[in-house]
C-alpha cells in the first residue's frame, strides 16, 4: 500500500515560502517556479568535497520494492542514522514531488530522466574517489551517454520491459498484442506510464522507439485505445496486482516476477515475456538531488549497496540484474533456472533504450497519453 | 462601529489570515500557473498562454466531465437514499442515545479517506476478505468498476449526508408531525407534506456538501475504478504528476472551480432565501 500523493504533505514552512516568493514570482513574469538552479547548495558542493559520511538521516525517494528493506535496516544500524522513505510510482511523479520544492537526498531515475536532471543542474556532481566500491561497476558506465563524466550517477540496475503473465491461466504468442488477449480479457494492465505504453505502441506499429512523429504517435495511441476495453486499469504496481491475484496479464518490468515469485505459493506460475516487435531497455540510476540535505549520508549508502555482498542480497530480493562484476553471479544464477528476465550489457549496447524526447516529443506524447486516460 | 463590533471583528483576524495564506495566495499562485506554459524540467515558467484554457474544451475531455458529474450525481443519490432514514431514525427514536449513535457516524472519518479507501480495497480485491469469505471458484469482481467508484465515493461522504439531514430533523418540532396526523393524513403524506418540505434545506446542505467533493475527488476513482473511470480530479492530477504539465492542470483547476462556484452560489441563494421566510 502506498500512495504517491499524501506521504508527503507540503511543510508549512514551504508553503510560506512560498506565499512570500508569490509576489516576487508574479512581477518577475517569465521566470519559472521551482525552475531556479538549487543555488546555495550547489556552491557549498563546489566549495568543498562532500565525504562519504553520514551527515544526518537519509531521505530515500525510490521505487516501492525495488531494494530490499534488510538492507536499509542494516545502514541504519551500522551509521546510527535513520532512513527516511517514500516511493514514487512513475518518473513523472517523481520528477513532480522534486520540482514542486521537496528535498530528497537520494533518488532513482532511469538513465533518460537522469540525463534530463543533470542537464537542468538538478544533480549533485560527487567526487567519484569517495566511493570505495566502484571499482566493480562494469566499463560500460565509465563514460554513459546520459552521464559522460560518471559523477552525477552510479549504474543501480537494468531493466526490460514486456509482459508479465500467469502460465497457468494463459497461452502467451510472444507478441505485444498478447495484451490483448481475450482469456485475460478484465485480468490485464497497462503500466501507468506514457513512455512505456507509447513506447510499445511504437514498436507494434513498426516504429522507432522514441518516435517523435505525429503519425507514428496517432497509430500508437490508437493501439493503446483499442486495448483499453480488454483492460482492468493502468498500473506500475505490477508486483502487487499479480500477486494479489488481479492480473493475469501485466505489461511491466522483468525483474518484477522474481520479485513476485518471492510472494507467492506457486512461484512457478509466474512467467516474463519478451515482446517480439521490440524490446525497450534501460538503466536505473543511483543519484543526489543537487538541494540535497544530506548528501554524505546518500553517498555513504550508494557505497553501502555497492559492496559485493549486499549487492547480491538485493539482486535475490528484487530480481535485476545490477551491473557490477562479482554480484551479477547472484544474477546468473537466477537466469539459469529462468533466461526470459535476462538483460546482458550488449543488450544495452544494441538494443532500443527510453531517450529524453525534448520538449516538443514530450508534449507529443503527453498529449497522446492524457487522451489515452480521458477516453 | 461601536466597541463591542470592534472586539468581535478580531475573532475574524486568525480565519481571515489562515485563508489569506492557504486559500488566497495558494488560489492566486494557480491562477498564475494556469496562464503559463511547462517548463523544461516540469513545472512552469509564467507568462500568457491562454490556450490552456481553450485546450479544456476540445471534445475530447466532455467524456471525462460527463462521467464525474454523473458519478457524483449518483453518489448523492444514494447517500441522501441511505442518509436519510439514518438521520431520520436517530433524530425521532435515538432517544438518550442520539449523541452515541452521531458519533458511531462521525467515527469513520477518525480514519483519513485515504486510507478507508484503501481498506475497501484489501476487503473487494480478487482474493481479499469478501471473496476469501465467499470461497467461490471464480471470485467476484467487486473493484476496477463505475460501481466500485461510487461506492467509493459514498463510503466516503455519506456523513456530509447525515450529519446536516440529522441537523433539520432534531430541529424540527415532533408536533408538527403529530398535527399532520391529526388532519388525518396518513404516514406518508405527513412525510410528504410535512417532514420533507422541513428538511428540506438540511437535505440540499447535505448534496452540496457530497457533490462538490464527490465531483472532483481522484481518490476513489483512481484506487478503486478501472481503465475507463477517469474523473476530472484524475485529469488534473494527471497533470500535475504524470505529463508535466502543470499549467493545463492549473486552469483545468480554475474552470472546476467556477463550476463548483455556480453551484455553490445557487445553494446559498436558496438558504438565504429560506431563512428569509422562516424569520418572515
Known amino acids: 500500500m502506498r500512495s504517491d500523493y499524501f506521504d508527503e504533505p507540503l511543510r508549512r514552512r514551504e508553503l510560506l515560502q512560498g506565499g512570500a516568493g508569490l509576489a516576487l514570482a508574479l512581477g518577475l513574469a517569465g521566470c519559472g517556479v521551482g525552475d531556479e538552479p538549487a543555488g546555495s547548495t550547489k556552491k557549498v558542493a563546489k566549495a568543498k568535497v562532500i565525504k562519504a559520511q ?45 520540482r514542486s520544492g521537496n528535498r530528497y537526498d537520494l533518488i532513482f531515475p532511469t538513465a533518460d530522466w537522469a540525463q534530463r536532471l543533470r542537464a537542468g543542474n538538478q544533480l549533485l556532481r560527487f567526487d567519484k574517489e569517495q566511493l570505495k566500491n566502484t571499482g566493480t561497476v562494469y566499463d560500460y558506465f565509465a563514460k554513459p551517454w546520459y552521464d559522460p563524466t560518471a559523477d552525477h550517477t552510479v549504474p543501480y540496475a537494468l531493466y526490460a520491459s514486456g509482459i508479465l ?11 505485444w498484442n498478447d495484451l490483448a488477449l481475450d482469456s485475460a480479457r478484465g485480468k490485464t494492465y497497462l503500466l501507468d506510464d506514457y513512455q512505456e505504453v507509447l513506447g510499445a505502441g511504437n514498436f507494434v506499429v513498426g516504429a522507432d522507439l522514441n518516435s517523435k512523429d505525429p503519425a507514428d504517435i496517432e497509430k500508437s495511441k490508437q493501439w493503446a485505445l483499442d486495448l483499453k476495453p480488454k483492460l482492468r486499469g493502468f498500473s506500475t504496481d505490477d508486483i502487487q496486482n499479480l500477486v494479489g ?31 517480439s516487435e521490440g524490446l525497450p531497455l534501460g538503466t536505473d540510476c543511483l543519484a543526489i538531488p543537487a538541494n540535497a540535505e544530506h548528501p554524505g549520508t ?33 544474477f546468473a544464477e537466477l537466469v539459469k533456472t529462468d533466461p526470459s528476465i535476462n538483460v546482458k550489457i550488449e543488450d544495452l549496447e544494441n538494443g532500443d533504450q527510453f531517450r529524453d524526447l525534448g520538449a516538443d516529443g514530450r508534449r507529443l506524447w503527453d498529449d497522446a497519453w492524457t487522451e489515452i486516460k480521458a477516453a | 462601529m461601536n466597541a463591542g463590533d470592534r472586539f468581535a471583528g478580531r475573532f475574524l483576524i486568525p480565519g481571515g489570515l489562515w485563508l489569506l495564506a492557504f486559500f488566497a495566495v495558494p488560489f492566486v499562485i494557480v491562477v498564475a500557473l494556469s496562464f503559463g506554459t511547462p517548463g523544461e524540467l516540469g513545472g512552469a515558467l509564467y507568462g500568457w498562454y491562454p490556450e490552456n484554457y481553450s485546450r479544456a474544451f476540445d471534445p475530447v475531455f466532455l467524456p471525462v466531465l460527463l462521467r464525474s458529474v454523473g458519478y457524483a450525481v449518483a453518489t448523492v443519490a444514494l447517500c441522501l437514499a441511505l442518509g436519510y432514514p439514518v438521520a431520520y431514525y436517530i433524530a425521532r427514536f435515538g432517544g438518550r442515545h442520539k449523541h452515541v449513535l452521531i458519533a458511531l457516524v462521525v467515527m469513520p472519518f477518525f480514519v483519513n479517506y485515504l486510507v478507508r479507501t484503501y481498506a475497501m480495497v484489501a476487503l473487494l480485491s480478487d482474493e481479499g476478505v469478501v471473496n476469501g469469505v465467499l470461497g467461490l471458484d471464480d471470485p467476484v469482481r467487486f473493484l476496477n468498476n463505475p460501481f ?19 441537523a433539520a430533523l432534531d430541529r424540527m418540532d415532533p408536533a408538527l408531525i403529530e398535527a399532520g396526523k391529526d388532519l388525518y393524513g396518513s404516514d ?29 475527488d481522484f481518490v476513489a476513482a483512481q484506487l478503486l475504478g478501472g481503465p475507463g473511470t477517469y474523473m476530472i480530479g484524475n485529469l488534473i492530477q494527471q497533470q500535475f504528476f504524470g505529463a508535466e504539465n502543470w499549467p493545463f492542470g492549473a486552469a483545468l483547476t480554475v474552470l472546476m472551480m467556477a463550476f463548483l462556484f455556480v453551484w455553490m ?16
Request: charged content about 20%; some cysteine.
Open chain 1, 165 to 175: 503473465y500467469r502460465t497457468d491461466k494463459v497461452e502467451m504468442t510472444g507478441s
Open chain 1, 245 to 275: 491475484g488481479n492480473a493475469w496479464i501485466h505489461h511491466g518490468w522483468n525483474g518484477d516476477v522474481v520479485n513476485v515469485r518471492n510472494q507467492v505459493k506457486k512461484p512457478e506460475n509466474y512467467s516474463f515475456q519478451k515482446c
Open chain 1, 54 to 98: 553520514p551527515d544526518g538521516d537519509l531521505v530515500y525517494f525510490n521505487w516501492a520494492e525495488y531494494l530490499d528493506p534488510k538492507l536499509i535496516k542494516e545502514f541504519e544500524k551500522r551509521y546510527g542514522v535513520k532512513v527516511r522513505e517514500s516511493n514514487f510510482d512513475s518518473m513523472n511523479g517523481m520528477m513532480a514531488k522534486l
Open chain 2, 148 to 166: 466500485a467508484v461510487i461506492g467509493g465515493l459514498v463510503y466516503g461522504y455519506l456523513a456530509f449526508m447525515i450529519l446536516p439531514v440529522y
Open chain 2, 188 to 216: 406518508w403524506s405527513t412525510f410528504w407534506h410535512v417532514t420533507w418540505p422541513t428538511t428540506f434545506q438540511g437535505v440540499l446542505a447535505g448534496t452540496v456538501l457530497v457533490f462538490l467533493p464527490a465531483v472532483g
Open chain 2, 265 to 280: 452560489v445557487l445553494y446559498l441563494r436558496s438558504a438565504a432565501r429560506a431563512s428569509q421566510e422562516a424569520t418572515a
Open chain 1, 298 to 330: 546518500a553517498l555513504a549508502f550508494i557505497d553501502f549497496i555497492l559492496e559485493p555482498e549486499n549487492a547480491s542480497r538485493n539482486i535475490e530480493y528484487m530480481g535485476y540484474p545490477m551491473p557490477y562484476t562479482g554480484p551479477d553471479e547472484t
